[in-house]
């Protein structure tokens, strides 16, 4: 299990857990962010991260990415 922030550009992903107030996880869910979903790194910049997610790229800050649990998919 590691931060979203801390996988590399290409990495396949599987979210674990996503912690953070109420308010950040309703938000993350209504991109697609929820425990279970495949998501690729597509982009890092400035700490900032551009993933693939259900066939939508999405862009988030490094302190909502910071509050997403990962695991790389093999």
């Not at 599987?14 to 962010?33: A, Q, V, Y």
């Amino acid at each position: 299990m590691m931060l979203l922030t801390l996988m590399n550009e290409g990495s396949l992903l599987k979210i674990l857990k996503i912690n953070g107030k109420k308010e950040t996880k309703t938000f993350l869910e209504s991109l697609g962010f929820v425990n279970g979903a495949d998501i690729s790194i597509v982009q890092k910049m400035d700490g900032n991260i551009i993933v693939n997610i259900k066939d939508s790229r999405v862009a988030i800050n490094k302190d909502i990415a910071n509050k997403i649990i990962v695991q790389e998919v093999l």
